[in-house]
Nanobody, 128 residues
Framework: QVQLVESGGGSVQDGGSLRLSCAAS????????MGWFRQSSGKEREGVAA????????YYADSVKGRFTISQDSGDNTVYLQMNSLKPEDTAMYYC?????????????????????WGQGTQVTVSS
């Protein structure tokens, strides 16, 4: 059973930075599509970024391009989301998600239905 545990959320001021971590366990596949999603009150869950592990292929929502970076340490079952130049509208619960044993993330990387495993979420609050 794949388990995902997020950490690194917190409260920052407008323009600040945070780095989220997603530690994965129970997965023996080398290729996985790992995604970061966010959901704020009253809104649908939104795909923020994704990567196909082991390949360097990354995907970003237009709203975060140039500000957020998804990455993975080699030999580490952890995926990171570096968030810079944070804005109040980035305030949300952030979730890590995994589609394991896949060869591509594809054009549906931003859809929650593309992922089977989810973490519990970590809150990010950006104040103006």
């Amino acid at each position: 059973q794949v388990q995902l545990v997020e950490s690194g959320g917190g409260s920052v001021q407008d323009g600040g930075s945070l780095r989220l971590s997603c530690a994965a366990s129970g997965n023996s596949y080398r290729r996985n599509c790992m995604g970061w999603f966010r959901q704020s009150s009253g809104k649908e869950r939104e795909g923020v970024a994704a990567m196909l592990t082991g390949t360097g292929s990354t995907y970003y929502a237009d709203s975060v391009k140039g500000r957020f970076t998804i990455s993975q340490d080699s030999g580490d079952n952890t995926v990171y989301l570096q968030m810079n130049s944070l804005k109040p509208e980035d305030t949300a619960m952030y979730y890590c998600a995994a589609a394991v044993g896949v060869w591509r993330c594809g054009g549906s990387w931003y859809l929650p239905s593309s992922y089977k495993y989810w973490g519990q979420g970590t809150q990010v609050t950006v104040s103006s």
